[in-house]
């Protein structure tokens, strides 16, 4: 698709479904095309989405990059192929996957979450736009590469977290609230710095636990541990916390199982997690903390459809409602004329949310 750029997008009227079966380089991958009513004046744009670890089904994040191709799928029309990562693959897997997609005439390449960037210079992303000069790409929550040929989309998790903080510290009897990251990176550290922010916010005494359950060493493979998701949150209940806020991925589901054992309260994180989870643990969250990967993954999709791309950075954060919160379910009903009064302070300027822990 190197001579589409610039063709807009149709509106479609159905949806055709091909599996391919797995694909190369790792993982399940997928096929779907969006048929249009078109002669054939117009050409189908197709699009490639490479997922994070967890992939499709984790509930959270890679699921919310789903429900944005799922919409521009209904919507618009094009043909996209999807490609899961492995566990404990390298970054040359990461790079074959998205080679493969460009070179198969996907055009533009999205890449889920941020261990596609690696090196700024010489990552799977950097390296991918590099041999594939014609191909618009994109990455989700990394600001570090920069090249001509790719969008980067980011997020003010900082700010989001910081209402979901806040709605902690209001709802807690114990004064004693908990984080769970999946992984200690930069990236995760902003969740944390936005919460313990919020929550003090509320309640400057208030004890905020924070944990991590991997490393980049451990190639983060805490996105995707329940059991261990479990057993921390678990810990933290025993500690005296009453509400634990995790933005670890698929281990998000063992947070949700510890809050239900214990009888405690969780927040989701990245979708509204009280409509993915199952019906037996709707009642333990509180709320979650809303990160629209959906929107940025449709709006780009959109945007290229219309001969629209721009390189760098695009942040979406609470002005543009790039991040927010839930009230599925209603707790935090009681609370929401706070929070949306501290979301105005933060668009207006008048609160900062740091993207760092107060600890470093």
Known sequence: MRRSRGMKLLATVGVAIVALGTAACGGKGNSNSGSGTDSGSKKTVKVGLAYDIGGRGDKSFNDAAAAGLEKARSELNIQTRELEANKDETENDKLARLKLLCEGGYNPVIAVGFAYAGDKDTGPIASAAKACPDTKFAIVDDASVSAPNLANLVFAEE?????????????????????????????????????????????????????????????????????????TAEGMYDQGADVVYQAAGGSGTGVFKAAKGKGKLAIGVDSDQYNTVTPDLKDVIMTSMLKRVDTAVYDFVKGMGEGKFTAGKTVFDLKVEGVGYSTSGGQVDDVKAKLDDFRKQIIDGKITVPEKPAAG
């Not at 004693?176 to 550290?189: A, E, H, P, R, S």
């Open 159 to 231: 700010q989001g977290s910081f209402l979901v903080g806040a709605a902690a510290a209001l709802k807690s009897k114990s004064g004693n609230v908990g984080f769970i990251g999946g992984c200690q990176v930069d990236l995760i550290k902003k969740f944390e710095a936005g919460y313990e922010a919020g929550a003090k916010a509320v309640k400057a005494d208030i004890k905020v636990q924070a944990k991590y359950l991997s490393t980049i060493a451990d190639k983060c493979s805490g996105f995707n541990d329940p059991a261990k998701g479990q057993t």
